[in-house]
Structure formats: structure tokens, C-alpha cells
């Protein structure tokens, strides 16, 4: 039997992306749909698009900061936007992928620690020693996951991602692509479960 | 008794707002709200955010333009981007604030045909025979209009919106102000409402 899937697209470092990985799985459940978890790296990305990260845009930055902070009180999660971010989730990312190649059962635990550690403990997974720590919790010795990251192998598997995301037209985060169709945004989640169930329009 | 409003902001070449304008309506009744129709030029905003015109961004342009032509299937709504697209909106946000002033009965009518002249129809409404056909169509001599929105007091009218769109740093379009509170895009009609009905969270 083919799965059936929804690929979800991410920057461990947007806000929106950390709204619907809170969710997506729920999301996949209710539609009988499996989810890969997909991160790449959102700045590999904003030249082409000619953007920068939102927080840091003039005006839309505060507006974002405002509306993140609706969305967490309206999901009923924690949240808050430390001074390290943006950072920059390149460790994380490879992490992820070494993950999912070799420990797939660790996989998702992972990346929502990722996710919490960054936006409701308010820690920077741009440090290794935030990675080791993620490690720890989630029963993955860290010497032996940060020793994986530092392989070509698993610089090289982020690499091909990043590559498989431009090639897709994936410019966002959070952004979805199910049967081919692409949605762009957390708040594009109920037009796709829509998109879903009605096989298209 | 105070009415109780909800500021729709919108440049009328904005293709989300053609959809929200087409429901914004029947939105404000549910709730119990007035809406207060606020055209200005999202043209004199973008220097300030570093924005430019959704289709002719790369990659999000063309995202944007699927993304429209399904939200206009789920509507139920006709829908296309003329090779006109985008267009100066300059005339026809002149002409809705001088019949706001004078002719308010009529107003509505001529945001939903400006809307409509150029999303349905494929029309330029930035030529002025574009904007005669309308007021001709709506009831109001198109002389009259036309030159009523050649007056200083009108322009002038439209200069000062756009002031106030900047000064409470309305970004974007369609941009939603209810009870102090920003709502920016079609898709945060839901949210707003959510917002509404429970006197925020």
C-alpha cells in the first residue's frame, strides 16, 4: 500500500512552523495522512525570494511578534521569542536527518525539543551544547549524535534537502505540500485539510 | 449609542481583498460591527517594509497565483489577474472617499465594481473610461464624478487615509483594525471573528 503523505517543510527557527508542528501530527491523524518532517534552512532560501526574516522586518516584525503571541495564547502553549532568534538550526537540521536515517523512533521526540527548547524554554539550538542537551532528554547518548553531525554524510543529506525544498518552490515556513498541491503558512492548515477531504476543487 | 467598527483597509488591486471585500459584509453583520471601507495605495507603504507587489515577487508570485484561483473556486467566485494587474489605484480610492463624503449610499456599490471591474471582468480601473463605466453603471453621472475626483479636497481626502494607514502601521492588504486590534490577510477573517466573539484572549 502507497502512503499517503504530507510533507512538512521547516525552519526549526519560525515561530509559525513551531504553531503547526504542535498540531500537524493531529492533523495527519484526522486526515489518514503520514507526515515527513522536512527542516531546511529558510535563509538558503530568502535571496531568491528577495526576503529576510520576518522578526526583523520593519513594522511586520512587531505585527508578527503580536500575532504569534495571540496564536500561542489561543493554541494554549507556552511561547516567547528570546533574543538568540533568529538562530540559525543547521545543527539541529542534520540532526534531525541523522536522526530519522538511524533512529526514526527518536525522530519527532526530537523536533519538538527542538521547537520547545528554543520557543517556550527560551535556549539557542544554535549551540551544541543545547543539541547535547536535546540529546540527552530524548535518550540519544549526545557524544554519539553530535559526532554524526560533524559527518560529510549528514552535512551532505541537509545539503540535498535544502537542494529537494528550492526545487519544490518552497520559499516559507510552515509549508505544506500534499498530492502535489502546495499550502504556505499555519494559517493555511484548515484550507488544506479542506483541499483534503475533497480530494481537490 | 457608539458604533462599534471594524476598519477594512485594502488597496482595490489587492487580490485578497477582493475576497475579503466580498464577504467582509455579511462578516460585520454576523458580529454585530460596522464596517468602515479604507482604500489606500499599498504602493506608498511597501518602501517602508521593503515590500513589493505579491505577483511580481519570485517564487511568491507565483505561489500567490494559485493560491488565489483555488480560494476563488472555494468561493464560488469569478476570478483572473489581467495583464493589467497590478494597477494604480489612485483614481478609483479618490472617487470612493468623495462619494463616502457625498454620496454614501452609493459607495459600496462602487468598491464592489471597482473589485469586480478588474478580478471578474479583467478590466483596468486605473483609465479614467474605466472609472466613468462604473459610475455610470452604479448611478451617478461619470462627469460628475470624474471631475469631483480632479478637486484638491478630494485628493487631499485620499493623501490623509493614506497618512492614517501609515501612522497605525496598516502594512498590507486586506488589514483588519477591530478594538485596537490589527488583523492582517483574508485568512485571519477567522481568527477575527474568534476575536470578536469572545472580546479577545
Known amino acids: 500500500m502507497v502512503r499517503r503523505v504530507i510533507e512538512f517543510w521547516f525552519d526549526f527557527s519560525s515561530p509559525y512552523a513551531y504553531f503547526a508542528s504542535e498540531t500537524i501530527e493531529q492533523f495527519a491523524a484526522e486526515t489518514k495522512l503520514t507526515v515527513v518532517w522536512r527542516p531546511f534552512l529558510l535563509g538558503v532560501v530568502f535571496p531568491k525570494t528577495n526576503m529576510a526574516p520576518l522578526m526583523q522586518m520593519p ?46 523512533e527518536l525522530a519527532l521526540d526530537f523536533a519538538h525539543a527542538v521547537f520547545r527548547t528554543h520557543f517556550a524554554e527560551g535556549r539557542d539550538p544554535s549551540q551544541t551544547s543545547v543539541i547535547a542537551e536535546i540529546a540527552d532528554r530524548i535518550g540519544i547518548p549526545s557524544d554519539e549524535l553530535l559526532s554524526a553531525i560533524q559527518s560529510n554524510a549528514v552535512k551532505d543529506a541537509l545539503r540535498q534537502r535544502i537542494d529537494e525544498a528550492i526545487a519544490k518552490n518552497v520559499f516559507g515556513s510552515p509549508f505544506f505540500i500534499v498530492d502535489g498541491e502546495a499550502f504556505w503558512g499555519w494559517d493555511r492548515m484548515p484550507m488544506m485539510r479542506q483541499w483534503i477531504e475533497k480530494g481537490g476543487w
Chains 1, 2 share one sequence.
Open 59 to 104: 513594522i511586520r516584525g512587531d505585527y508578527a511578534r503580536r500575532d504569534c503571541e495571540r496564536i500561542a495564547r489561543l493554541l494554549g502553549i507556552a511561547f516567547q521569542l528570546p533574543d538568540s532568534h533568529p538562530y540559525a538550526a543547521v545543527q539541529a537540521s542534520r540532526a534531525y536527518y541523522w536522526l530519522e536515517a538511524n533512529r526514526p
